[in-house]
Structure formats: C-alpha cells, structure tokens
C-alpha cells in the first residue's frame, strides 16, 4: 500500500466527487440557531440552503473540527500503516483549521505529519487532495506531491459573486470589508481569492446578475491563451450556473462541458446563498 495517506477538510466539499481513494474528511460543526450539525453527514448542502432561504433571520455559523478528532484521525491512518501523511487544508487566512493540524500534528509520534496550506477552499482545494492521493497511489515521492501541489496552488484562481455580503462581512471573512457596512445590502461585488488566500473585494457592483457578468469576463480575459480546467462552484444556485455555462460555451466552442458542484454547508455559511463562483486550474 502507499506510504503516504492524504487528509482535508470539509471545506473541499469532497462528498460531492466520485472517488477511489482513502480520504478522511475533518469536518466542522454547523451552527443553526440552537442546533448543530455535522457538515454534510448531518447537513447536506440543498437542506441547508433552503433553510436559509426560508428563514431570512436564520444566521449560521461554524466551529472548526475539535482538535482531539484531528489527533484520533491522525492516529487512525498511523494504524492503517501510513508512516508520512499530508493534510490539505482550507487556506489559513480563512480558518484556523491549518494551525489547529499542526498542532495536532505535535500530538501523534512516529508519523510525519505536513500541512499543506491549499490558499483555497472547495475546487481547488479538492483537487489538491484528490491529485495527491493518485500520486501516493502511484508511489510517488513526498517531496515530488509536495511541489506538485505547489504548483495546482500557483495555478488557479476563483472569482465569485455574492446575492448579499452579509454572510461574509459577519463571519469576519471579507479582508477589506471596510466600506461595505453601511450599504452591505445594496453592493453585490465583484470578489476573487487573493493569491495568499484572503477573500478580497475586486469591483464593487450594484447587482448580482452585473456581478456575475464580471466573473465571466474576467475569468475570460484571464485564461485567454492559457491551457485551464474550468469549474463552477455555486451555493444551490443551478439556474444561474447554467447561465455560466452557456456564456462560456458561446465564447468558446471547445468546451464541451464545466465541472460544478455544490458548496457544502461549512462554505455556504460565510458566502451566503446563491453565491457562485467562476474559477480554473491551469494545465
């Protein structure tokens, strides 16, 4: 069996991918007014949109996973025979999730515990985790995932829209919010994930469809010429992706089709629902 066992967090939203490999899902708690839920194995993305949908006042909030369940994860894969293990984690400028696993890591002995800061979440973060486990697969080296990954992190970017900024501004998840509080509501901008990682306000716009127009033209004024892998990440907003879709298409008649998926609950309570993403990973 490989040597190298892979580990993420539930801000991949791996649940939502088909595949072969032995991946443990740290995940966070989902806080709904006086109820808490596990991430997807409790709260599946479409409830939990439809729960914000229905209740307006419903806020939600997350807690990162305990750090005794990243030691007891750790500990898990040391039994299964893993003697190094990467941890692909959600970027550290939106979660404390990447320190936590480091200091988890502390904890366990006789396993070789790297922590590898995706600078992203959901996509990106995925095929991070998921491409590392086809490479450990394979035999691949530790250092030869390592730079592999380094160089999907160097290759792809997201740009999103939001129906209301609300979410992001009161978790504390929007890095230049200043501006924003006195007419949240009303601005439906333009954001991106910065290359260190931090969710940042691009172009502020006054509505969501123009919002979404942005993402497309500048994901299509970005990967002109480039070889990428385009993707949709959307919180249960399929009408809108579709729209996505088709603009892409028109302006590119070999792209037959584009990857998406749902944003898992531990995502979609900071960017609010219908927020969508446009993003790639460069080949």
Do not use: W
Not at 2 to 25: E, K, M, Q, R, S
Not at 59 to 66: D, E, H, I
Not at 151 to 174: C, E, P, S
Not at 180 to 200: D, N, R, T, Y
Request: aromatic share 8%; net charge negative; glycine share 6%.
């Amino acid at each position: 069996m490989p040597n190298i066992g892979i580990v993420t967090d539930t801000n991949a939203c791996l649940d939502y991918f088909d595949h072969d490999y032995d991946i443990p899902i740290l995940r966070s708690i989902i806080h709904l007014g006086e109820e808490e839920y596990l991430d997807h194995v409790e709260l599946r993305a479409e409830d939990f949109y439809k729960a914000l949908e229905s209740d307006p006042d419903l806020f939600p909030r997350t807690s990162q996973p305990p750090l005794a369940k990243m030691v007891e994860t750790y500990e898990t894969m040391r039994e299964k025979g893993f003697q190094q293990l990467i941890f692909v984690t959600i970027s550290s400028q939106m979660s404390g999730i990447h320190d936590a696993a480091k200091v988890a890591a502390e904890q366990v002995e006789d396993l070789e515990v790297h922590v590898f800061d995706s600078r992203s979440v959901a996509y990106p973060q995925a095929k991070m985790a998921l491409h590392a486990a086809d490479m450990a697969s394979q035999g691949e080296s530790l250092e030869t995932i390592l730079a592999e990954l380094e160089r999907i992190r160097a290759g792809n970017h997201i740009y999103f829209a939001v129906d209301t900024l609300a979410y992001l501004v009161k978790n504390g998840r929007l890095s230049n919010a200043q501006g924003f509080f006195g007419s949240m509501l009303k601005i439906k901008p333009l954001l991106h994930i910065s290359k260190a990682g931090v969710v940042e306000n691009v172009e502020k716009i006054r509505t969501f469809r123009r919002a979404v127009d942005k993402v497309v033209e500048r994901y299509l004024e970005e990967t002109a010429g480039k070889s990428v892998s385009p993707f949709i990440c959307h919180a249960h907003n399929p009408e809108v992706r579709e729209r996505i879709e088709s603009k892409l298409k028109a302006a590119d008649p070999s792209i037959e089709s584009v990857f998406s998926m749902p944003l898992t609950p531990a995502v979609g309570a900071h960017a609010g629902p219908k927020a969508i993403g446009l993003g790639y990973i460069e080949h």
